[in-house]
Every structure is written in structure tokens, then in C-alpha cells.
């Protein structure tokens, strides 16, 4: 799913159970046990999936943290743009809730997945 997302362009989010202390990520912007993480290369850094886990290093508000998921907290991965992907739980109402968190490299999270995507518009901004 990760490499059909990278493959069209999409950003890759990771949507997270992090209610255990064997998840590994920064507390602060943890909602309702719930965190988004975006997986795109350009927002990461030393990204590994392995059988017991997803390693990486991101920035949240200007601060690199380790990130440690076991991939039994994984609940679901979506496509930012698209709102496209899997969800790993029978609980598919706790996703949208999770979708305001996220490491993006910035300081802002980015929007929750779109119902459909939205067309380009242009602001006038004086």
C-alpha cells in the first residue's frame, strides 16, 4: 500500500494506537490515544518497516523525534490527498478522529482526508 502511494505521488499517513508506552511518539500531539503520522520520504528520516516494527526520525514543531510504532499499533495507512487506504481495525469510526495529528516536517499538522478531492481554486489576498 505504501509503494502504490509513493508510486502515485500521494503522502503516505500512518494513523497510530498510542495508548501504549511501547509506542514511541511525541505525547504532545497525541488526541484521543490517536495519532497521524506522515510517512513520506521527504518528512522522515532512517524509515524502516520491519516485521516487528516502523522506525523513524521526524520533526513535530521544529523538534526531531525518534519515532518507534510495533506494528501491532498500526491502525490504518491513507493516502493525504486522497483519503484512499486501509484500515487494520474492526473500529473504522476511530479513524477520522485521529486524522488532525501529524508529522509533516513543519509546524502545522495537515488537514484531515478529504471526502473527495477538492478542485484548485484561487484566493484573492490583499
Known sequence: MLDWMVDCGY?????VDASSDTVQVPRQFVKEGKIVL???ASATQSFQIGSEAVEFSARFGGVSHRICVPVDFVLGIYARETGQGMVFTEDASAVPEAAGNSSDGGDKPPDP???KPRRPSLKVVK
Open 38 to 40: 506522515n510517512i513520506s
Open 11 to 15: 503522502t503516505p499517513h500512518l494513523i
Open 113 to 115: 482526508p478529504p471526502e
